[in-house]
């Protein structure tokens, strides 16, 4: 049986790359695009290079945490009545899990749904490297707030 759909408009990784992934913010400076949206979930791709790296050469880990906030908002962003909501995060933790050195190519984060309240969600994020090994595992918090 496949998974219900959990975001309130369709939507495609152009349409987000496009309107969401905005020149002059961190997303766009580090790389980010949205490579995938299904039923339950959203995957984005990250570079492992200079911008990503930290002095030892691999991947920083703020740069993942940057990565699944980012895709962790967006995808929050897209289960809500965007006409009478809007999320913040609230609170994100990682463990991360294995290095990627600069130059090893991209990492990708799924992003999908533990929790969908009205007043807050909670989403897991998996970041892992192009041999698909684990990399990283963030938890994030978004509140659900109304527009005045």
């Not at 369709?10 to 039923?39: F, K, Y």
């Not at 600069?102 to 490297?129: F, M």
Request: net charge neutral; with cysteine.
């Amino acid at each position: 049986m496949a998974p219900a759909p959990v975001f309130t408009v369709p939507v495609t990784p152009e349409e987000i790359n496009e309107t969401q992934i905005i020149d002059g913010q961190m997303a766009r400076h580090l790389g980010i695009e949205m490579t995938e949206v299904g039923p339950d979930y959203m995957v984005a791709r990250m570079p492992v290079d200079h911008r990503t790296i930290q002095r030892l050469g691999i991947l920083h880990g703020g740069a993942s945490l940057a990565l699944a906030e980012t895709i962790g908002s967006i995808a929050a962003s897209y289960c809500i009545d965007r006409e009478r909501s809007y999320i913040v995060g609230q609170e994100i933790n990682a463990n991360h899990i294995r290095a990627v050195r600069n130059g090893e190519g991209p990492v990708y984060a799924t992003a999908t749904p533990l929790h969908l309240g009205k007043s807050s969600q909670v989403w897991d994020i998996r970041i892992r490297n192009e041999e698909k090994k684990l990399v990283c595992v963030s938890r994030f918090t978004v509140a659900v707030l109304q527009k005045p």
